[in-house]
């Protein structure tokens, strides 16, 4: 055999990793045993031919395929290596950002659950301090869900549709897709005044440093509300809770001296794919920012 050769075994060992693996180098075409002893089969190896199987479990390491290792073994070429490297730090960070927003849509919707599972006080108007807030703001797609009406099931059934057409606009912002269970919904001051409950948008609140190029957002500062939570959409009788909800805390601002400060935020505080389309698990708080009158 000339110069001393090792076996498959001590190969493996001083290069830390498997006989499987080299065999399975061999049946790819990416390293050849030095000599087969034709005798008995037995592999040896040269002490050189480590800086191969170096090479090989870094690009594997680096996610490259096997079939992309094996030409980069047979090219040798700096510059080729190089273009394969950009390609694959490019693919990694994709994936690494894919990563995060799966991370963040997992977080997004354990939160719904512990909300859920906590529960807030319900149907009892509150006033918070609501700190800063950042919003993307959608138009309401479909005409049927523009006027909040007293039919719960039936309203519920038109701003599903809306949701649809929410949601595309929501992957085509490249906003995470989680969000599209927070859509929520705005109704402007002056329709509020008017007591003409007409939806001028829909939303989703948005971490600020999070907002993609090209997605205007708006920040809602700090402010007090007038707050109402409720956890079903649909009454017993089949009726709005979402109008009756609104006709409270304009009542409640009235009784009580409170001028309206801007619009209406029904926001969706928790959900999940597994909540009844009738809405009676989805959590939603209702918002009226207010301000003493003179």
Known sequence: MGEEKVTIGEMASLNCVSERALRFY???????????????GYRYYSLEQSSTIDMITEFEGLGFSIDEIRTLIEQRDLDKLEIALVQRMRALEETISQCRSALSDAQRLLDSCRTMRERPLFNVVMIENIPTRTLVNFPIFHEGAVQVTSDGVGFLREWEINLRQAKRAILDHNLPRSLFRGVGCRISEKSLREHDFKLSGSFVFVESEHVPEGCEAEVLEAARYLTLYTDHYVNDDGSNAEL???????AYAEKHHFAIAGDYLGEIIAD???FDFDGRNMLFKQQIPIAVEA
């Open 26 to 40: 061999q049946s790819k075409g990416l390293l050849e045993p030095d000599y087969v002893d034709e005798s008995n």
């Open 244 to 250: 009756q909800g609104l006709e409270t805390l304009l």
């Open 272 to 274: 999940t794919p597994a």
